[in-house]
């Protein structure tokens, strides 16, 4: 057993970092998974189609990149969703939320019919489009007219407009009614 001396130990530790510190120069596969990643989303987003979007889950507006290819049954399968790196909004990067928005997409749990809970029943049932359409303009209906005196639905008009129908009645409250509303308007 021949005796290593300090020098001699120093030299060959710098000599292996070295060569590690070259391995990925060397070999591009070496042990950096990155690029291996990187060119098995290549592969899997190939001929895929790029389709660019907003993400639902806040009014950040977010942008997003699907990408999306017809499947052998005839529909559009969604295979990735990613930030838009042209986006002045997120500049490519997606919170928590955004981050799961194919999931919103392809969870199995997805509900893709409505169901209908009727008063007092325990049990949902599914339903046609039609039918919700027309039950949800039977209960706005009945309750716009359940208000009485009061308009209600969509205000459109300028600021000042919306703001004369919306604390009009409440200034004539008083001076309670005008005090904490004034610093709204």
């Given at each position: 057993?021949?005796?290593?001396?300090?020098?001699?130990?120093?030299?060959?530790?710098?000599?292996?970092?070295?060569?590690?510190?070259?391995?990925?120069?060397?070999?591009?596969?070496?042990?950096?998974?990155?690029?291996?990643?990187?060119?098995?989303?290549?592969?899997?987003?190939?001929?895929?189609?790029?389709?660019?979007?907003?993400?639902?889950?806040?009014?950040?507006?977010?942008?997003?990149?699907?990408?999306?290819?017809?499947?052998?049954?005839?529909?559009?399968?969604?295979?990735q969703i990613?930030?838009?790196?042209?986006?002045?909004?997120?500049e490519g990067?997606?919170?928590?939320?955004?981050?799961?928005?194919?999931?919103?997409?392809?969870?199995?749990r997805?509900?893709?019919?409505?169901?209908?809970?009727?008063?007092?029943?325990?049990?949902?049932?599914?339903?046609?489009?039609?039918?919700?359409?027309?039950?949800?303009?039977?209960?706005?209906?009945?309750?716009?007219?359940?208000?009485?005196?009061?308009?209600?639905?969509?205000?459109?008009?300028t600021?000042?407009?919306?703001?004369?129908?919306?604390?009009?009645?409440?200034?004539?409250?008083?001076?309670?009614?005008?005090?904490?509303?004034?610093?709204?308007?």
């Open positions: 057993m021949s005796d290593l001396t300090r020098r001699q130990f120093l030299k060959l530790g710098a000599a292996g970092a070295g060569a590690t510190a070259l391995t990925p120069l060397v070999n591009p596969l070496g042990f950096d998974l990155r690029l291996a990643k990187k060119r098995q989303m290549a592969f899997r987003i190939a001929g895929a189609k790029e389709v660019h979007s907003v993400c639902p889950y806040c009014a950040v507006g977010c942008s997003l990149i699907a990408y999306t290819r017809q499947g052998a049954n005839g529909k559009t399968e969604l295979l990613e930030g838009d790196p042209d986006s002045p909004i997120n990067r997606l919170c928590p939320k955004g981050a799961t928005a194919m999931q919103l997409a392809t969870s199995s997805r509900v893709e019919k409505p169901l209908y809970r009727a008063p007092g029943s325990a049990k949902w049932e599914e339903k046609s489009w039609d039918f919700m359409l027309d039950k949800l303009a039977q209960n706005l209906k009945a309750s716009r007219d359940n208000v009485r005196g009061a308009r209600s639905g969509a205000l459109l008009g600021l000042g407009a919306i703001r004369r129908r919306l604390f009009g009645p409440l200034r004539r409250l008083g001076e309670v009614g005008r005090l904490f509303l004034r610093p709204l308007l």
